[in-house]
């Protein structure tokens, strides 16, 4: 999970605990407030129906008036009973109702006694819950009857629902400004680390010039200005780490190589005897020379690889091949091209031509007869394939032969560096592709590589063409 989205996630924890904490005691607080608020507001109209039906007890139609102009504004149930609990007046009835005994309920018989009642309770006829309200209707301090208001308690629930809905509103719209709030400190603070990601990646590239910006808060221009101290002295490395490869190399050369001309002159004075010694020393000779441009080769690992250009893959194994047929054919063995077409990828032809020759030396070496070179395109990846038929690989060489000095378990009665499949790796990396070695089916190894295939002009021409 990257920074931004765990300072994200913290952001939001915080948030979310706080909003919790502060609407949780709102929306209680709410709840309480809106039921006294309507039972207060019920037991307030109860009275007014009381004072109003007072002097009207004896008259039923504006009783009736009465009990039904409430009732709307209540949007509930308006009753009133005479002093002995019979029906005077009901808000849901347009006639005069039938003078229904409700002297047995508990709240109307509590306003006859001159107290007043309120509470809740379940209509069974209704199939709801209810919040009545009874008081005493009075005239000239004697009780002469009973008024009470019923409403249903959803409508109580639903003024709570909707300021509860309020509250949760009100906390969504903080959170989305506090996440946006959070996302843009939490991208001030990734930034800088990915810009200092980006710059790695360039130097890991090979790109030594590359340096990152020392912007953000302190710290993140301590690691910035640290990390370009430490790209500042990579390069002085690798630069004295060139000087010396460039020295080593003319310097080691040059004797090797007036060793090999004074081995040749001394075999051709020399007697018989003495022939295969010199002959022998001139082998060694050669081997240590391949020894000096195999090590200077991987010398050069890390160093930012040059300009790529288009590279034919079958041109390339044509060329290989006609620089290894003669070392084939004097040990007995065939090298031959089996690739179908062609395939170009972007790299630099004497990286590849490097790479194709350890791979072939490499097949020469174990194969009994013979040795194919193989290549094509697979989708976006074009390969190259050598493929031999020696004795294959031992389980876990797959990987294990790409290391240095490795020698496999068929390798070591052979003379060699154990280098060639190092380079092949190196030189694969150096322009993004990847080698890998597997068993062939039939028997032998086939060492492949893969790289990035190349746009060639006619794709270019047909791509243009087809938009």
């Not at 002959?279 to 991987?298: D, F, G, K, Y």
């Not at 097949?363 to 004795?391: I, K, M």
């Amino acid at each position: 999970m990257s920074l931004r989205l765990q300072l994200m996630g913290a952001f939001a924890y915080v948030l979310v605990l706080i909003l919790v904490a502060l609407e949780v005691p709102l929306a209680l607080n709410l709840a309480r407030r809106i039921d006294a608020e309507v039972k207060n507001e019920s037991a307030a109209q109860a009275v007014v129906v009381a004072a109003n039906a007072s002097g009207r007890m004896n008259r039923s139609q504006a009783l009736a008036k009465v009990t039904r102009d409430a009732g709307r504004d209540l949007g509930g149930r308006v009753i009133v009973v005479d002093r002995r609990g019979r029906l005077l007046a009901d808000s849901t009835i347009a006639t005069a109702p039938r003078p229904l005994p409700y002297a047995s309920r508990p709240e109307i018989r509590t306003a006859l006694g001159g107290g007043r009642a309120q509470g809740e309770r379940h209509s069974d006829t209704l199939g709801e819950d209810l919040l009545y309200t009874a008081v005493p209707v009075t005239n000239n301090g004697r009780v002469v009857g009973a008024a009470r208001v019923t409403q249903s308690i959803e409508a109580v629930h639903d003024r709570v629902r909707r300021g509860v809905l309020a509250l949760v509103g009100i906390g969504g719209f903080a959170l989305l400004v506090g996440l946006g709030v959070a996302w843009l400190l939490a991208n001030s603070l990734s930034k800088p680390l990915r810009s200092l990601a980006g710059t790695a990646r360039r130097v890991e590239g090979g790109d030594l010039e590359a340096r990152a910006e020392e912007i953000g808060p302190t710290e993140q221009r301590e690691v910035a200005t640290a990390f370009n101290d430490m790209t500042d002295r990579l390069g002085t490395v690798l630069a004295a780490q060139r000087e010396f490869v460039a020295n080593a190399s003319h310097q080691l050369r040059t004797p090797l190589t007036g060793l090999r001309l004074r081995l040749e002159s001394a075999r051709a004075k020399s007697g018989p005897d003495a022939e295969p010694e010199l002959e022998a020393a001139e082998r060694e000779v050669e081997r240590l020379a391949r020894l000096l441009s195999s090590l200077l080769t991987l010398a050069r690992e890390g160093d930012r690889p040059g300009p790529s250009r288009p590279v034919s893959l079958a041109r390339a194994a044509e060329r290989a091949q006609e620089r290894w047929t003669a070392s084939a054919e004097q040990e007995g063995q065939t090298l031959e091209l089996v690739g179908d077409g062609d395939a170009t990828i972007a790299a630099s032809e004497e990286d590849l031509a490097i790479l194709l020759d350890n791979l072939i030396e490499n097949a020469l070496r174990y194969s009994p007869s013979r040795v194919e070179v193989d290549w094509g395109r697979d989708g976006s990846e074009a390969w190259l394939a050598v493929l031999d038929e020696g004795p294959g690989l031992a389980p876990g060489e797959e990987t294990q032969l790409f290391e240095r000095f490795a020698r496999g378990s068929a390798g070591h009665k052979r003379s060699g560096t154990g280098l060639g499949l190092a380079i092949v790796d190196t030189l694969a990396r150096r322009w993004r592709g990847r080698a890998a070695l597997a068993n062939r089916p039939d028997g032998g190894t086939r060492a492949e590589v893969r790289f990035a295939a190349a746009v060639t002009v006619e794709e270019e021409t047909w791509v243009e063409a087809s938009s």
